[in-house]
């Protein structure tokens, strides 16, 4: 049927399991041992692949890089005390910093952090209200089409780095432009370097990586480091990422105006849905792997905590990125006892190596980006969508609006063409006219199946979505309609896929059966489920003495009664 359920989840989302750290491991001494050994490897591992990740996501947000490793700390430290997926890494993300940096430019990064902070709010406002569907709220084309888009910006974004040149434009046409004319000023140290570290990162990623026993980023890193020492790359000209300053967790809110705090709470809604939707995706896909069950709405509480808490300390917002996700994942990380570890080894290396991070080349950490993100430059997500029809050409539209408009306006359209698909979908008068199939009880759809027989004078006609007030005025429309050119004398109306009703659609189902009646007909409701039951009896609408509208379990029951077979029961 053509509908589409809001409250709909995938059914994995629809069943819980609790936290992985409340559940001790299965076995005996000697099998925990092992499993906490392995968790532990895991999160060094994790460590080495988040240390380097959450610098660069540091340069794509623009700010220093203590705060996008003061969000991966916090991520860390609180996903696995409210969440429910076992290999989720709440920490930051290309998207995410990439959004930050568009709300900064508008207001600095206290217009980033409250930004932060707001989206936090509503994320625990979703967890409370149990609005877990939200996900389903960004069409996957729009995801992809955005999230391609995205990731091809940030990249072109690093190139001015690996020139060594200081750009001016931030959409992705003007930067190219100016990248290209400005040839002749680039500072060929820097692209040698940039060039070298990117080809180092890939030829390690696709030939290398099995023997490996770092991370491939955090080995080129370090490279990076030890080359800016022995050649002092400094004093080449090379600019170097500089000093990290050890950043205290204290709590206060941005110090912003009242117009900025009302234009960061604009954008915060769609972050929100880029955040879940992306995050979603991520744990559901590794979860559908191992049989695990989730709940959307203690995954919203974990990222609506995490953000709140980022927001106040002034770190950058965080997501369950596929990314980290995976690495954890490919590590042996099979509990939250992989981020505990994490966490702390995290905080070890941030305390020791934070002098070396300094003496890091911007030309490397560019390349390092640009390597993380190169497995999603080709468009095939986008390409598989468009050869699948339908709405995909909604991911083109999304991709379109990020290149042109930007990566703030982007996202916002981005949600925008979610949220009206979902009301177009919602909105369209979809209603399908029965008959009986011959020998049967049953009775289908007579455009698919016109083998079946109607019941003479009588329409029956079934709504192939829940009725609700955007969409109940142009349904009952199209019922007026068909029962007028049939001069039907009775007409049955079929509610099955209706589970409620609002006070909108109440009311017009009222008027639809005063209508019908002025006209001679007699309107009868078939398949009425109990909750929209008890709103038409509040209503009034089933008082056999003001000539009510009867209602039945079964259209045959209320055919027969059409056809004055059985006399319906007064409500």
Known sequence: ?????????????TQTISAPLAAAPPGDVASQRAFYGRELLAGISLAGVLLPES????????????????????????????????FAVVAPTSSAAAVFASAAALGGPPMGYAL??????????????????????????????FAWALGLTIVLKQLPHIAGLAVQSSKAGPLIWELLSQAALWHWPSVALGAGSLGLWLALQLGLRRWLLLPTSLLVLTLGVVLSVVFDVGAQGVVLVGGISWQPLVWHLPALGSQDWLQAAQLAPALLLILFAESWGSVRALALQHGDRLNANRELLALGAANLACGLVQGLPVGAGFSAASANHSAGGRSQWAGVAAALALGLLLWLARPWLALLPLPVLAAVVVGILSHGLWPRAVLVSLRLGGDAWLALVAAGGVFVFGVLPGMLLAVTLSLLLALRRFAQPLVAELGLLPGTRDYLDRQYHPQTVTVPGTLIMRPEEPLFFANAEQIFHVVRQRADAMQAKVVVLSLEVCDDLDCTAVEMLAELAASLERHGTRLLLARVKDRPRQALIRLGLTHAAVGGVALFWSVDDAAQAAAGVTTPAAE
């Open 1 to 13: 049927m053509g509908f589409y359920r809001a409250g709909a989840l995938p059914e994995p989302a």
């Open 55 to 86: 610098v660069a996501y540091a340069s794509i947000a623009g700010v220093e890089p203590m705060h996008a490793l003061l969000a991966a700390l916090i991520g860390l430290c609180i996903y696995p005390f409210l969440g429910t997926s076992r």
């Open 116 to 145: 932060v902070g707001l989206t936090g709010l509503l994320f625990l406002l979703a967890a409370g209200l149990k609005a877990g569907f939200l996900g389903a709220f960004i069409s996957r084309p729009v995801l992809r089409g």
